[in-house]
């Protein structure tokens, strides 16, 4: 079956300490993003990748890093996790630039 | 810059009756346009896409026309059910590394 795997689904952590939220696809797809949500704002890009250790900034990347070191996986990285970080992430890919984008189930992270 | 504005919800509705949720955007060049679903709990899904001027996208009895002329992409459904009940965001996809969405709009459909 064709989808975009995030783990953890859930995930309570405390200020400053790292933590990975990872992402996988099983497209072949070229570009990955990463997306929060927060109600009133949509949807916002923080990273996307174009292929293989190819990355760029989204809309809102403080506090994110990210890594394509395989084209199936593109995690998601918090050094130091901060309570304005508390959202819904989505992970997404797709085949190339017009196409629709698929979405992972989504991950809640909650900093305290 | 490149927008979509939605409007703002939650929309009420009784089974059957009929949808609309207004979706314009502002763009440069030429979008692509597209409607997600959000079901409780999940990711979001493509519902339906347009790719130019005067296409209609439709799936699951949704359809939206892209309207270049008042730049508009607004969703409809004939007769909606208590399963429509979901977030729905309008996207759009100039071409660059990003889809801009909308701040969703929540349906609720009561028996």
């Known amino acids: 079956e064709a989808q975009v795997t995030q783990n953890p689904r859930y995930l309570i952590t405390v200020t400053g300490k790292k933590l990975t939220v990872t992402c996988s696809q099983n497209?072949?797809?070229?570009?990955m993003s990463w997306y929060r949500q927060d109600p009133g704002l949509g949807l916002r890009q923080i990273y996307y990748?174009?292929?293989?250790?190819?990355?760029d900034k989204g809309d809102v990347p403080e506090g994110y890093k990210v890594s394509r070191k395989e084209k199936r996986n593109f995690p998601l990285i918090l050094e130091s996790p901060s309570p304005n970080q508390t959202s819904l992430y989505f992970c997404?890919?797709?085949?190339?630039?017009?196409?629709?984008?698929?979405f992972g189930p989504g991950t809640r992270l909650t900093v305290l | 810059g490149n927008s979509v504005t939605q409007m703002e919800g939650p929309v009420t509705l009784s089974e059957e009756a009929f949808l609309t949720i207004n979706c314009t955007y502002t763009?440069?060049?030429?979008?692509?346009l597209f409607w997600y679903v959000q079901y409780p709990g999940e990711g979001l899904q493509l519902l339906l896409k347009?790719?130019?001027?005067?296409d209609k996208g439709s799936n699951k009895g949704f359809e939206a026309t892209y309207r270049k002329e008042t730049t508009s992409f607004h969703l409809e459904k004939g007769s909606v059910q208590v399963s429509d009940s979901a977030v729905y965001f309008c996207?759009?996809?100039?071409?660059?590394?990003?889809?801009?969405f909308g701040t969703g709009t929540r349906l609720l459909v009561s028996p």
């Open positions: 763009a440069t060049g030429y979008p692509s």
């Open positions: 996207a759009l996809n100039t071409g660059f590394q990003k889809l801009v």
């Open positions: 497209m072949n797809h070229e570009y």
């Open positions: 997404a890919s797709r085949k190339d630039n017009y196409n629709e984008q698929f």
């Open positions: 990748s174009m292929n293989v250790e190819v990355t």
């Open positions: 347009a790719t130019k001027a005067d």
